[in-house]
């Protein structure tokens, strides 16, 4: 009977699919595996250039010198007492805006 189908889906030129139940089953099948195997060999590979990356980027970090952060210049009471002082003068900030922001360093102790 199968060499009747397929006799018939020839002679049709493939319009007409004259598969049985099991034999489109089993292409479905073959097709999802391939195509599951495909996914996972993609992931693989994709993980793979994740850890290349990874292993590269923390050889980077490594070999880039650790700098200790500076004190920024107003950090201690007295320079930052200055640098208000400085903007008061230059007309940067108001004698009241001076008074207030004085206080709050000075409160600070």
Known sequence: MGLTRKMLSLTTMGAVDFRSDKERIARKTAKGARASKKTAKEAKRQSALLEEQN??????????????????????????????????????????????????????I
């Open 55 to 108: 292993a590269l980027l923390a050889a980077q970090a490594q070999a880039q010198p650790q700098v200790p952060a500076a004190p920024s210049p107003g950090s201690d009471i007295a320079g930052r007492l200055q640098q208000l002082d400085g903007l008061r003068t230059a007309g940067a900030i108001t004698e009241s805006e001076y008074q207030a922001r004085r206080t709050a360093i000075l409160n600070e």
